[in-house]
């Protein structure tokens, strides 16, 4: 006979949004039940930011063997270095694997339930289980939280597994059996550039075709400037504002066009495409509920709630910023919020954080951005170049930017580029939610010899008088 429960709160899909979602609930007593239909940490855990950042570490620690082979300065010799990437591969599943079965653990530790099936909504309270496409339970709750997350978007004329599996998303991208002589990577954006960078160190050939004239659209260029420089020393193509075709008859090149209407041919042995991610909201019946919707996404206010009484949405689902530490947020607040807790979803920031060698990391308003909305703003830069940490770490390109209110001095954004500036984005995050003003950063004593001295020197250099430059 088929089991029916009840419960306060159903959580659907378990990614970083859900699963923290369950896990403050559950911490909060509120009887949840979280269905994940996959692997318990989403494409976060199991396909997203955690394989995609062990990987490039992977290929940063290759590409330092291939670089010391070269004879370096600093007296490290190596010969011959190799990389095993079916090896490397199973090392990064060990990683995934530590991780997906911790996120289990702390569900079960903090009493949420956790149902494995697909959740195929009812309506607004109820919930049927599905696995191979029969239902084996049905839920009904007082609370649904939508958290299904996102997929990559498929370009129609050369869909995922096309040209004999040539053509692949992040996800097989992450897992590869072997490195390609030829990668074209369709997309000039976040997945494109952390993984071309990569790929390009794991030694392939590299051509990144972008549809627009820039790279990291959602980058200033001052930062991305850097990080074009970076590409074009590792010997990564960029091909700009140039509209992909589709493959070749043979198979083997990509078919491009320029603004000019003339077309040629990039070379392939794999193509990623990564033209970006668009809310899973089809296909579980969620258009049955009939939600308001924002574009693809759902739409929510402040508070994640949609346009059904106590029907929830976070993450990916419910459009950009498709971040994890978003979702994690959101999902947190929720939690708060059906505990009774008054709580808004207004954060000062949200940090983007691009790992590409060099990082970026931008965190509230850029210049430009202040400067559209209208706040008379002093900035100031403080340059890698003067930071005696990125010296000894070999790596003195980038610098560090500051925004704040001419009035008043209070800061209102920060950005990063430079290796390792990923770690940044706490401090910026921090000085952010907390108020701070030039003087409280100038004022704080930042430990010696850190990249962080480049963060106090670019607010004293706003205040006019830093001290290593
Ligand atoms: P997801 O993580 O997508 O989880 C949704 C879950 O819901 C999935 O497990 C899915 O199986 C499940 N599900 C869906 N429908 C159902 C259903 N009907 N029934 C049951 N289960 C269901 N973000 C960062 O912040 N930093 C990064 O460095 C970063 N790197 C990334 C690298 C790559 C290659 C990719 C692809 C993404 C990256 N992201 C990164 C984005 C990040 O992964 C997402 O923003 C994040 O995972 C969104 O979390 P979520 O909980 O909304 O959804
Ligand atoms: P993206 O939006 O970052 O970049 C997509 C790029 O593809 C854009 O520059 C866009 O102009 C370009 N593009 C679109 N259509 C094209 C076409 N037909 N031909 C050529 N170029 C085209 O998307 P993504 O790189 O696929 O990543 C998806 C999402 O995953 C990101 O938006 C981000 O939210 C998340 N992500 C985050 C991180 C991180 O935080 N470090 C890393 C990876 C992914």
Known sequence: MMQTQS???VVIGGGPGGYIAAIRAAQLGIATILIEGDQLGGTCLNIGCIPSKALIHAAEEFEKAKHYSHGSSIGIQVSNPSINITQTVSWKDGIVKRLTTGVGALLKKNGAQVVKGWAQILDGKTVAVMQDGKEVSRITCQHLLIASGSTPVELPFMPFGSGSGKVVSSTEALSPTEIPKKLVVVGGGYIGLELGIAYRKLGAEVAVVESLDRILPAYDEDLTKVVKTALKQLGVEVHLGLTVQGLNATGDAVR???????????????VL???????RTQGFGLESLMLDMNGRA??????????????????????EPMLAHRAMAQGEMVAEIIAGKRRHFTPASIPGVCFTD????????????????????????????????????????????????????????????????????????????????????????????????????????????????
């Open 7 to 9: 419960t306060t709160l």
């Open 256 to 270: 491009v066009k320029n603004a000019a209407g003339e077309e040629s041919e990039l070379a392939c042995d794999k």
């Open 273 to 279: 495409v990564a033209v970006g991610r668009r809310p």
């Open 298 to 319: 759902i739409k929510i206010d402040d508070q994640c709630r949609t346009s059904m009484r106590d029907v929830w949405a976070i993450g990916d689902v419910a459009g």
């Open 358 to 469: 060099p990082e970026l990391v931008v965190v509230g308003k850029s210049p430009q951005e202040a400067q559209a909305a209208g706040i008379e703003h002093i900035t100031a830069m403080f340059p890698f170049a003067a930071n005696g940490r990125s010296m000894t770490l070999e790596s003195s390109e980038g610098f560090v930017r500051v925004v704040a209110r001419k009035d008043n001095h209070l800061i209102v954004g920060w950005q990063a580029v430079g290796k390792g500036v990923s770690e940044l984005s706490a401090a910026f995050g921090l000085s952010l939610e907390m108020g701070s003003t030039l003087e409280d950063v100038a004022g704080t004593i930042h430990s010696h010899p850190t990249l962080g001295e480049a963060v106090q020197e670019a607010a004293l250099r706003a205040l006019g008088h830093a001290l290593h430059i």
